[in-house]
Structures are given as C-alpha cells and as structure tokens.
C-alpha cells in the first residue's frame, strides 16, 4: 500500500477541492483569515468581559467584526462582477465586405418563397433574412427565429421547415 503523502496518492490538481476565499496566497484568503481572527480574538475577550458589560461590550464586537466582513465581502463582489464585465463577449465588428458568412452558408435559400410570403411594406432586409436562414439551418427553430430576428412567424416557420428538409436531404 502507498503512503498517502506520496504525489500519487493525491488527486490530479484539476479534481482536488478548490477553496479560494480561503487560500492564505490571496488577498481575498488573507483577508477572510483576518476577518476570522479578528472574530476568534472578540469571542475571547468577550469571555474575559465582566457578565454586567456583556451586552455593550458585545455589541462593539460585534459592529467591530461586521464592519470588515462588509468591507470584504464588498471587495469580492466588486471584483467578481469586474471579471464577469470583462469576460462579457462583444459584438463582433462586421467584416471588410460586409458578409458574415459565406456564399456555401446561404445554398438551398428559399428566395422565391420568401418574396412571396414577405409583404412589401414589412420589409426586414435581405441580411436579415439570411441570418434567419443561417440560424435555421445550424438548428434553431422557428419560434426563436421569430422572435430573436422580429420576422413574421409564417417566414421563420419556412425557413425553418426548408432548412430541416434540407438537413434530412443531406443526411440520407
């Protein structure tokens, strides 16, 4: 039987529990320590406190401890919502040409169909139409197109249903 201490015995780095708050190389784990000695520190005097100054001298603990625990928890909040600001995708500047994808993307549109299903006062626009058609035929059904794209739902139903005959096509 191996020893435990050896490096085999332990899990791979990615399985073992991650604990960050807690983690003494961090600012956020120094700070929580602290926030817990500080505690451990207030619990103790608090027991060598006369019981008649208990209840003032507790308070002052306890406003003395919860003023950091704010200040903390402010601090990783703050920091976390920093992370998930900059880790936000953004929108993708349109390419030199102006088209988002490529002619083989847009094989099997139903132009015909779509002229004579769109009214000619509603007009979304023809890159519209094909981003639907795009969208349509990676998957998404005709209620997301719908509503995603604002295309009438008769449209997106089409496309939708003529890309999906046009995968089973490809497939068999």
Not at 15 to 33: K, Q, S
Not at 136 to 165: R, V
Request: net charge positive; proline share 10%; charged share 15%.
């Amino acid at each position: 039987m191996r020893p435990l201490i050896s490096s085999r015995a332990t899990p791979p780095r990615g399985n073992r529990p991650h604990i960050r708050y807690l983690h003494p190389r961090t600012r956020e784990g120094a700070a929580v320590l602290c926030a817990l000695a500080l505690l451990l520190v207030e619990v103790i005097v608090l027991g060598l406190v006369p019981s008649h100054a208990r209840p003032l001298i507790g308070t002052l603990l306890l406003g003395a401890w919860v003023i950091p625990f704010v200040l903390v928890a402010a601090v990783l909040r703050g920091r976390r919502s920093a992370a998930r600001r900059a880790g936000r995708p953004t929108w993708p500047v349109p390419p030199p040409g102006g088209q988002w994808y490529g002619e083989d993307a847009l094989e099997g549109y139903p132009s015909e169909e779509v002229a004579r299903l769109l009214p000619a006062s509603a007009d979304p626009g023809q890159n519209r139409l094909q981003t639907a058609w795009v969208l349509a035929s990676h998957g998404h059904d005709a209620a997301w197109i719908a509503h995603h794209l604002d295309l009438p739902a008769d449209l997106a139903h089409l496309l939708a249903d003529t890309a999906a005959h046009r995968a089973t096509a490809h497939r068999a």
